[in-house]
Structures are given as structure tokens and as C-alpha cells.
T-cell receptor
Framework: AQSVTQLGSHVSVSEGALVLLRCNYS??????LFWYVQYPNQGLQLLLKYTSAATLVKGINGFEAEFKKSETSFHLTKPSAHMSDAAEYYCAVSDRGSTLGRLYFGRGTQLTVWP | DAGVIQSPRHEVTEMGQEVTLRCKPI?????LFWYRQTMMRGLELLIYFNNNVPIDDSGMPEDRFSAKMPNASFSTLKIQPSEPRDSAVYFC??????????????FGPGTRLTVL
């Protein structure tokens, strides 16, 4: 079964600072990778996903993530944090070629942005 | 599109009562997922359906939980009898399969269940 590890259950940054949220996967065959965001009292929504040869993926709200096969990582970054970025962020993976659509989620990282 | 619709948004019930959560997936989507979210355990997949057929229910915690999908536009998650430890936020998500693993899941707003 797929496994996803998000290092750091809580990350705090100041407004304007770099945001870095870490995600590592365990599969020997590189899976497809996703980042979802959950704002308070809402469901999860897709931020970005890696599904092709382009290893740097740009998503909504200025976020991007880079797939590094050698490090089995898919870290999420944003150059300058905004107060509105405060949310829970989930990394997820799926199996290449799967027809089932299942996602395997990490435990999530709570991002706090200080003024 | 209205997105994934869940009802009720909040449910407060007493231990021992039956609880039914409802989900309407996005029209045309052929896969549906039920998740449970708690502080202690995070986001857990309970069960998922492809074309109305349950594929994997290994995440259902115990026999008190059951889920059905009688047609492509409706699913229910039932807890009978409910217990305080079932208190959580329950999410429904749907996706349109065909991307061989690249498909995006679209989540509903969730049902916050409190069992007293």
C-alpha cells in the first residue's frame, strides 16, 4: 500500500516569509502526487497535482511543488505567505495506472501565518 | 455545477441512536468516497464505490457502520447504534475516473457529527 509522510504537523511563518511544507512518499514506482488544502470548516480542495514529466508544478494561490524522484519528495512551497494561506495542507498519492481513483493521504500540516 | 452536496451539515444525537449521512456526488462522476476526519486519527478513508459498486470497505470501523449507493446520484452512510467515539467530521468526495490515477477528488463541505 502507498504511504505518505508529511514532516511537521504544524508550521508557523510570518506574513511575507517563505512557506515550505514537506511530503515524502514510499512507493518504489513513482506515484502521481497531489496537494490539497482545507480551510476552516470546509472540505478539501485541490491545490495542485503532479501527473506528467514536468517536475515543477504550479497550482492555485501562488503555490508550487517540485517532484524529486531521487528524494521521493514532493514539497510544497510559496515564496511569500499571506494571512489567507492559514489552513491545513494534505499531501496525497495515487497509483499510476489505477482505475479505482483511490488517494492515500498524509496526516496533514497545519500552517499558521503570523502578521 | 453545485459541487458535492452533503446533508445534514451538522448532526447532534444521543448515544444509541441511528444516524444517516447523505451525499450527492457531482453529476457524471462515477466514483464516490466516504472519509472520516478526527484530530486523533486525521483523515481516514471508510469506503469507496465505483459505478455504484462498493470496492473497498476495509476502512469501515465496525459493523455499526454501513454505506449504500443505490444510484449514481445518491449515497448514504449509516451508523447504528451511534457511540460518542463516532463524533467526527464525515466527508464525501467524488471523482470522474478515466485518468488512470490522475483523477481529482472533489470534496463536499462535510457533516459534523456529535454523539452525546
Amino acid at each position: 500500500a502507498q504511504s505518505v509522510t508529511q514532516l511537521g504537523s504544524h508550521v508557523s511563518v510570518s506574513e511575507g516569509a517563505l512557506v515550505l511544507l514537506r511530503c515524502n512518499y514510499s512507493s518504489s514506482v513513482p506515484p502521481y502526487l497531489f496537494w490539497y488544502v482545507q480551510y476552516p470548516n470546509q472540505g478539501l480542495q485541490l491545490l495542485l497535482k503532479y501527473t506528467s514529466a514536468a517536475t515543477l508544478v504550479k497550482g492555485i494561490n501562488g503555490f508550487e511543488a517540485e517532484f524529486k524522484k531521487s528524494e521521493t519528495s514532493f514539497h510544497l512551497t510559496k515564496p511569500s505567505a499571506h494571512m489567507s494561506d492559514a489552513a491545513e495542507y494534505y499531501c496525497a498519492v495515487s497509483d499510476r495506472g489505477s482505475t479505482l481513483g483511490r488517494l492515500y493521504f498524509g496526516r496533514g500540516t497545519q500552517l499558521t501565518v503570523w502578521p | 455545477d453545485a459541487g458535492v452536496i452533503q446533508s445534514p451539515r451538522h448532526e447532534v444525537t444521543e448515544m444509541g441512536q441511528e444516524v444517516t449521512l447523505r451525499c450527492k456526488p457531482i453529476s457524471g462522476h462515477n466514483s464516490l468516497f466516504w472519509y472520516r476526519q478526527t484530530m486523533m486519527r486525521g483523515l481516514e478513508l471508510l469506503i469507496y464505490f465505483n459505478n455504484n459498486v462498493p470496492i473497498d470497505d476495509s476502512g469501515m470501523p465496525e459493523d455499526r457502520f454501513s454505506a449504500k449507493m443505490p444510484n449514481a446520484s445518491f449515497s448514504t452512510l449509516k451508523i447504528q447504534p451511534s457511540e460518542p467515539r463516532d463524533s467526527a467530521v464525515y466527508f464525501c468526495a467524488s471523482s470522474l475516473l478515466g485518468g488512470l490515477g490522475t483523477d481529482t477528488q472533489y470534496f463536499g463541505p462535510g457533516t459534523r457529527l456529535t454523539v452525546l
